[in-house]
């Protein structure tokens, strides 16, 4: 498979237990916050996002955590599978801002479950 | 299948010698961007498209250039390719705004080298 990110942050987790994948962002005039999950060889797919004007988000098996006044986004995936294993990527925006896109996306974490 | 697909998933090719990295999208997206990711740096815009005959730097679009001659279709041509240029590329398309609407869907890249 593809090497996405030769110098990534690296969490290793048991499986079966809960991972915490941490980012820090850097607009803090950003209002729009994804979530990517990249497997080897693929491209990015959307887990979770969320918007400014929230704390919280949950999805399945997934939530994710969003504290403005540190610009710091978490996403916390409970009870960590095999299929759990890749590069996480988290990805800021600014609604309305200049330009039709402007989504600024994070280097990654690399995921790696221990079994 | 709804999907973004991109053609050619591996390339070797010589600096100075143009290609086209063609791709696709079935599912009537207005929006198109082409991403390059690289260790350490990781996903940055080249070029987006906002419509047919819309296009638009990214943060990175020395040495690249783009067609939306219809909307389905996005390619990225190297007109001289340099070893710099090297890098892991992705298509990636988007039904409005991608900051209004879960970001992007992504196609699963071209891994292209320049020797």
């Known amino acids: 498979g593809e090497s996405v990110g030769l110098h990534l942050p690296t969490l290793s987790v048991q499986e079966g237990d809960n991972s915490i994948i941490n980012c820090a962002y850097s607009?803090?005039?950003?209002?729009?916050f994804i979530w990517y999950k990249q497997e080897s060889g693929k491209g990015p797919q959307f887990i979770i996002d969320?918007?400014?004007?929230?704390d919280k988000r949950q999805g399945q098996r997934v939530t994710v955590l969003l504290n403005k006044t540190v610009k710091h986004l978490s996403l916390q995936i409970a009870a960590t599978q095999p299929g759990d294993s890749a590069v996480y990527l988290c990805a800021e925006g600014l609604r309305g801002g200049g330009g039709a896109d402007g989504l600024t996306f994070g280097k990654g974490t690399h995921l790696i479950i221990q079994p | 299948e709804a999907q973004v697909t991109q053609n050619p998933r591996y390339l070797i090719t010589v600096t100075g010698k143009k290609l086209t990295v063609t791709c696709s999208q079935n599912m009537n997206h207005e929006y198109m961007s082409w991403y390059r990711q690289d260790p350490g740096l990781g996903l940055r815009q080249i070029y987006y498209s906002m419509n047919v005959e819309v296009t638009d730097k990214g943060d990175v679009p020395e040495g690249y250039k783009v067609s939306r001659k219809e909307k389905r279709n996005f390619p990225l041509i190297l007109e001289s390719p340099s070893p710099n240029q090297t890098s892991l590329y992705f298509c990636?398309?988007?039904?409005?705004?991608?900051?209004?609407?879960?970001?992007?869907?992504f196609g699963s890249g071209t891994r292209l080298t320049v020797v």
């Open positions: 990636a398309s988007s039904p409005l705004p991608p900051l209004r609407n879960y970001g992007y869907t």
């Open positions: 607009n803090s005039a950003s209002d729009y």
């Open positions: 969320i918007r400014s004007n929230m």
